[in-house]
């Protein structure tokens, strides 16, 4: 019954399938493509091209009379093969030929097809300066994956198929064209320039691209092959910061994927208002312009390093092995993602990549108790882009961390080159990966696909451990939380894995106690199959902590129920950080000074900034005001990253006390962005609850932020709308936000202020969630891929009804999958917040209200409890 549809929940977890989700398959394969030539003339200011497309197709077998292409909106002129014209009729969406001879198996033929695209919905994208943007450079770019490169060409459009291409496009002067493979010709041709470019290894439609630009183009190689960098002129030198280690990186993998970088050179374009991150297109990937640094956001983002280690590892994964069906896309964004992670570990180390993964499970995690859970791979979807979510990505490269786990690193490292050596130029699904395993280690890893590819969900751990001292017995509880308590014995949610436990020893320090020793680590494996179980470790003496997945190498989550005292030591002592940071929570979650006390220790003196960020977090949790004074020493750190954590942290403690440090924060300035823009959002919302008589002072900082703090990306006046949206009950804020959300405010701002509407829009008087509302409605007609997303996450906040209709506008009217579905998610989001009514918000304030002040009673009976204990 489709219209129940929002209430189909399995085991508490929201259905990945939405209505007119199918399986889908692969079409049959009337030929092999060989090759495909487009031969293009671009005309900028009308937005459109035409031109001619040739396929050379190897017919499988004889008496095919018809063949069907993907074709979108394009204008089809003629169908020829070898200069016969061809009969052929088009819907729009499919171009049929009916072929005057019918095949001959094994015999090549050549279709081509005479075309022309005007203003193109999708694929091909025109950037151009309007009235608002009188600066925005002139671009045109293209965006194939997932089934999109049939807007601005007819091809067989699904991965399966791989050919070589060639692209010849002719462009007004001065802009250039880069493209896949090698430049072979250029020809001037009066106002304008042809650019001729030939990728002589074969791969997938989706990966075909075309950028045109005026582009400062600035030159690198590795290995004698040129890495190019494309930037709009002028940010030369940011391109070379957050572009600059490329030939390090593309040595890097070819190294450790057995496999020197295959193509003939490596270009990465930056373009305008890219609907990506990054796109891996065939030796030449498009990133968007956003994610070039100057000299202060090279501080601390890590995102663009990471981002073109990414898209670099696509090159083999994902272009040179190329997958066979969306289903498996995990192959390659998996590891693409996982390339994050040991790109982190080359070049900053164990704990950073360490860190990193956790990052990127966490995210997973969030999508899965929030979201919705799904097997990574699966044909059942309504839009293949609909898979590209954190369950392929952060996920997938969660399992292949598990496969290295599992085969160690030689091992793993053998099987991955294996992988890439057998199945280079080709197509691959899911399977093939388990046979290169296979046939380079011997393994069988099915089990663990089986648990973590194939069906949906990870284990969810609770950790008891006590010491028997009479027998010298540790004893560990391990329940898998996420299982039904019933004990039938076939429970498909319980996992069946191999678990590393280790019990530590401290060393007693060396003479002098200033070196620091590491601690012994005596580690058994255990079976954990069942949802619970208890294990006895016979141990010499007791140890003092508990480390519980030794490595944690396994995608989980985990709650540790330890004594205080074990806790504390592992948060000094464990070597790994992962653990220590595990410690960090569960120390939190018990409370107390001397929880307060360990962790702000933690905060000052942790060798790894990581564990300093969550120590700040959790100081945050504990909700003591003994947290506060921590958290204010934290904010010297030497690390941003640790500073912004802090800023985060402090703003969940709402004294007057901490907002004096972050208003400090906020006029002082700091070396970082982010940091200032963490301060400048955290402030609105500490004023929006117990702090109501600072408001017109935060209204006044935070106008001052807008109007003088402009720059890198509008990270930090974007953090002063965030912080705005905040203070949902004044009807200035909204003013204020309501300015940015014109045309002509910069993209970034603009974006940050519209999805601002939404926020705010919770605490107006009806009269201006009306206003609110018509502002959105209008801003849904921009055909923009991110104002629609920011529009559409503004509505799915909102706790009105009206905000359900304009969804579904959007829903029906945008071209875009994505776009699509999160509209529809929106609208469950706001059937659930309309019933959050006026009543149910004022007790929320009674509440907060109420915490307050037992958060200050329990400060000061730790306090008094502190003094007679060190009385006594
Ligand atoms: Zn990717």
């Given at each position: 019954?489709?219209?129940?549809?929002?209430?189909?929940?399995?085991?508490?977890?929201?259905?990945?399938?939405?209505?007119?989700?199918?399986?889908?398959?692969?079409?049959?394969?009337?030929?092999?493509?060989?090759?495909i030539?487009?031969?293009?003339?671009?005309?900028?200011?009308?937005?459109?091209?035409?031109?001619?497309?040739?396929?050379?197709?190897?017919?499988?077998?004889?008496d095919?009379?018809?063949?069907?292409?993907?074709?979108?909106?394009?204008?089809?002129?003629?169908?020829?093969?070898?200069?016969t014209?061809?009969?052929?009729?088009?819907?729009?969406?499919?171009?049929?030929?009916?072929?005057?001879?019918?095949?001959?198996?094994?015999?090549?033929?050549?279709?081509?097809?005479?075309?022309?695209?005007?203003?193109?919905?999708?694929?091909?994208?025109?950037?151009?300066p309007?009235?608002?943007?009188?600066?925005?450079?002139?671009?045109?770019?293209?965006?194939?994956?997932?089934?999109?490169?049939?807007?601005?060409?007819?091809?067989?459009?699904?991965?399966?198929?791989?050919?070589?291409?060639?692209?010849?496009?002719?462009?007004?002067?001065?802009?250039?064209?880069?493209?896949?493979?090698?430049?072979?010709?250029?020809?001037?041709?009066?106002?304008?320039?042809?650019?001729?470019?030939?990728?002589?290894?074969?791969?997938?439609?989706?990966?075909?691209?075309?950028a045109?630009?005026?582009?400062?183009?600035?030159?690198?190689?590795?290995?004698?092959?040129?890495?190019?960098?494309?930037?709009?002129?002028?940010?030369?030198?940011?391109?070379?910061?957050?572009?600059?280690?490329?030939?390090?990186?593309?040595?890097?993998?070819s190294?450790?994927?057995?496999?020197p970088?295959?193509?003939?050179?490596?270009?990465?374009?930056?373009?305008?208002?890219?609907?990506?991150?990054?796109?891996?297109?065939?030796?030449?990937?498009?990133?968007?312009?956003?994610?070039?640094?100057?000299?202060?956001?090279?501080?601390?983002?890590?995102?663009?390093?990471?981002?073109?280690?990414?898209?670099?590892?696509?090159?083999?994964?994902?272009?040179?092995?190329?997958?066979?069906?969306?289903s498996?896309?995990?192959?390659?964004?998996?590891?693409?993602?996982?390339?994050?992670?040991?790109?982190?570990?080359y070049?900053?180390g164990?704990?950073?990549?360490?860190?990193?993964?956790?990052?990127?499970?966490q995210?997973?995690?969030?999508?899965?108790?929030?979201?919705?859970?799904?097997?990574?791979?699966?044909?059942?979807?309504?839009?293949?882009?609909?898979?590209?979510?954190?369950?392929?990505?952060?996920?997938?490269?969660?399992?292949?961390?598990?496969?290295?786990?599992?085969l160690?690193?030689?091992?793993?490292?053998?099987?991955?080159?294996?992988?890439?050596?057998?199945?280079?130029?080709?197509?691959?699904?899911?399977?093939?990966?388990?046979?290169?395993?296979?046939?380079?280690?011997?393994?069988?890893?099915?089990?663990?696909?089986?648990?973590?590819?194939?069906?949906?969900?990870?284990?969810?751990?609770?950790?008891?451990?006590?010491?028997?001292?009479?027998?010298?017995?540790?004893?560990?509880?391990?329940?898998?939380?996420?299982?039904?308590?019933?004990?039938?014995?076939?429970?498909?949610?319980?996992?069946?894995?191999?678990?590393?436990?280790?019990?530590?020893?401290?060393?007693?320090?060396?003479?002098?106690?200033?070196?620091?020793?590491?601690?012994?680590?005596?580690?058994?494996?255990?079976?954990?199959?069942?949802?619970?179980?208890?294990?006895?470790?016979?141990?010499?003496?007791?140890?003092?902590?508990?480390?519980?997945?030794?490595?944690?190498?396994?995608?989980?989550?985990?709650?540790?129920?330890?004594?205080?005292s074990?806790?504390?030591?592992?948060?000094?002592?464990?070597?790994?950080?992962?653990?220590?940071?595990?410690?960090?929570?569960?120390?939190?979650?018990?409370?107390?000074?001397?929880?307060?006390?360990?962790?702000?220790?933690?905060?000052?003196?942790?060798?790894?900034?990581?564990?300093?960020?969550?120590?700040?977090?959790?100081?945050?949790?504990?909700?003591?005001?003994?947290?506060?004074?921590?958290?204010?020493?934290?904010?010297?750190?030497?690390?941003?990253?640790?500073?912004?954590?802090?800023?985060?942290?402090?703003?969940?403690?709402?004294?007057?006390?901490?907002?004096?440090?972050?208003?400090?924060?906020?006029?002082?300035?700091?070396?970082?962005?982010?940091?200032?823009?963490?301060?400048?959002?955290?402030?609105?919302?500490?004023?929006?609850?117990?702090?109501?008589?600072?408001?017109?002072?935060?209204?006044?900082?935070?106008?001052?932020?807008?109007?003088?703090?402009?720059?890198?990306?509008?990270?930090?006046?974007?953090?002063?709308?965030?912080?705005?949206?905040?203070?949902?009950?004044?009807?200035?804020?909204?003013?204020?936000i309501?300015?940015?959300?014109?045309?002509?405010?910069?993209?970034?701002?603009?974006?940050?202020?519209?999805?601002?509407?939404?926020?705010?829009?919770?605490?107006?008087?009806?009269?201006?969630?009306?206003?609110?509302?018509?502002?959105?409605?209008?801003?849904?007609?921009?055909?923009?891929?991110?104002?629609?997303?920011?529009?559409?996450?503004?509505?799915?906040?909102?706790?009105?009804?009206?905000a359900?209709?304009?969804?579904?506008?959007?829903?029906e009217?945008?071209?875009?999958?994505?776009?699509?579905?999160?509209?529809?998610?929106?609208?469950?989001?706001?059937?659930?917040?309309?019933?959050?009514?006026?009543?149910?918000?004022?007790?929320?304030?009674?509440?907060?209200?109420?915490?307050?002040?037992?958060?200050?009673?329990?400060?000061?009976?730790?306090?008094?409890?502190?003094?007679?204990k060190?009385?006594?």
């Amino acid at each position: 019954m489709p219209h129940f549809y929002f209430d189909t929940e399995t085991n508490g977890h929201k259905s990945f399938e939405l209505p007119g989700a199918k399986p889908h398959y692969n079409p049959d394969r009337p030929g092999q493509v060989k090759h495909i030539f487009l031969d293009l003339a671009l005309d900028i200011p009308n937005q459109s091209f035409s031109g001619t497309c040739t396929i050379a197709l190897e017919a499988i077998r004889n008496d095919t009379h018809q063949l069907t292409l993907d074709a979108v909106n394009l204008n089809i002129q003629s169908v020829q093969v070898e200069e016969t014209p061809q009969p052929f009729d088009y819907d729009g969406e499919q171009l049929h030929i009916h072929l005057t001879n019918p095949t001959e198996a094994g015999k090549e033929i050549k279709i081509a097809i005479a075309y022309s695209v005007e203003k193109p919905q999708r694929g091909l994208y025109f950037i151009v300066p309007n009235e608002h943007y009188p600066n925005k450079p002139t671009q045109v770019w293209t965006q194939g994956e997932d089934e999109d490169s049939r807007f601005w060409f007819p091809c067989f459009d699904y991965p399966g198929q791989l050919a070589t291409s060639e692209i010849r496009v002719k462009v007004p002067k001065p802009l250039i064209a880069i493209s896949n493979g090698e430049l072979i010709a250029t020809e001037e041709d009066g106002e304008d320039k042809i650019y001729h470019w030939l990728q002589q290894q074969v791969h997938p439609t989706y990966l075909m691209t075309l950028a045109v630009g005026d582009f400062a183009e600035i030159r690198d190689e590795w290995r004698g092959k040129p890495v190019t960098y494309y930037v709009e002129k002028g940010y030369e030198e940011d391109a070379r910061r957050s572009m600059g280690k490329t030939p390090r990186m593309m040595e890097f993998f070819s190294d450790k994927f057995g496999y020197p970088y295959p193509f003939p050179k490596y270009a990465q374009v930056c373009v305008d208002d890219f609907i990506f991150g990054g796109m891996e297109n065939t030796s030449t990937t498009l990133l968007t312009d956003r994610c070039l640094l100057d000299e202060r956001a090279a501080i601390d983002n890590d995102r663009t390093e990471s981002l073109v280690a990414h898209e670099l590892a696509h090159q083999w994964f994902g272009d040179l092995v190329v997958i066979k069906h969306w289903s498996h896309a995990w192959i390659k964004e998996g590891l693409a993602s996982y390339s994050e992670v040991f790109w982190t570990d080359y070049e900053y180390g164990n704990d950073d990549a360490a860190y990193y993964l956790l990052g990127e499970a966490q995210s997973y995690v969030a999508e899965d108790s929030s979201r919705y859970r799904r097997p990574i791979v699966t044909h059942v979807y309504r839009e293949a882009i609909e898979l590209y979510d954190r369950h392929l990505y952060e996920k997938g490269a969660c399992v292949y961390h598990m496969i290295r786990t599992e085969l160690g690193d030689e091992l793993f490292w053998k099987a991955i080159q294996t992988f890439v050596q057998d199945n280079a130029h080709n197509t691959v699904e899911t399977v093939d990966l388990l046979r290169a395993i296979e046939k380079a280690t011997g393994r069988n890893l099915l089990f663990l696909f089986d648990q973590y590819v194939f069906r949906g969900g990870h284990p969810d751990y609770k950790v008891a451990y006590s010491w028997d001292g009479d027998s010298q017995l540790a004893k560990v509880t391990v329940t898998q939380t996420q299982a039904k308590n019933d004990n039938n014995g076939s429970n498909s949610e319980l996992f069946d894995l191999k678990i590393p436990i280790a019990f530590g020893y401290t060393q007693p320090e060396s003479e002098g106690g200033a070196t620091h020793v590491s601690p012994l680590l005596k580690t058994f494996t255990v079976r954990i199959h069942e949802r619970e179980q208890s294990f006895y470790f016979p141990l010499e003496k007791k140890p003092q902590f508990i480390s519980f997945d030794r490595g944690n190498n396994y995608l989980k989550t985990v709650a540790l129920e330890y004594p205080i005292s074990e806790l504390k030591a592992q948060l000094q002592s464990d070597p790994d950080p992962i653990s220590r940071i595990y410690a960090a929570k569960a120390l939190a979650k018990k409370g107390g000074l001397e929880s307060v006390k360990a962790l702000a220790e933690t905060l000052t003196s942790d060798s790894f900034w990581g564990v300093r960020v969550e120590a700040a977090k959790c100081l945050a949790q504990v909700k003591l005001d003994q947290a506060t004074d921590a958290l204010i020493a934290g904010l010297n750190d030497k690390d941003a990253r640790v500073r912004r954590s802090v800023v985060q942290a402090l703003s969940k403690i709402k004294t007057s006390q901490s907002y004096d440090a972050l208003k400090q924060v906020l006029e002082n300035g700091d070396a970082s962005y982010y940091v200032e823009a963490t301060a400048a959002s955290a402030l609105g919302k500490m004023v929006s609850a117990t702090l109501k008589d600072k408001e017109d002072e935060v209204l006044q900082l935070l106008n001052n932020v807008l109007r003088e703090r402009g720059g890198w990306n509008e990270v930090v006046r974007s953090g002063a709308i965030a912080g705005l949206s905040q203070m949902k009950s004044s009807p200035v804020a909204l003013e204020v936000i309501l300015e940015y959300t014109t045309p002509g405010t910069p993209q970034p701002l603009r974006l940050t202020a519209i999805r601002a509407l939404g926020t705010i829009s919770t605490g107006q008087t009806p009269n201006n969630t009306e206003w609110i509302l018509e502002q959105l409605e209008e801003l849904a007609g921009e055909t923009f891929f991110l104002t629609q997303v920011a529009v559409v996450a503004a509505l799915g906040q909102m706790e009105t009804v009206k905000a359900i209709a304009v969804l579904h506008s959007l829903a029906e009217q945008t071209p875009d999958g994505r776009v699509r579905r999160m509209a529809e998610e929106a609208i469950q989001r706001v059937q659930k917040n309309v019933g959050s009514d006026q009543a149910v918000k004022q007790l929320r304030e009674e509440l907060d209200q109420l915490k307050k002040e037992n958060q200050e009673l329990k400060s000061r009976m730790e306090n008094l409890e502190a003094k007679s204990k060190s009385a006594n």
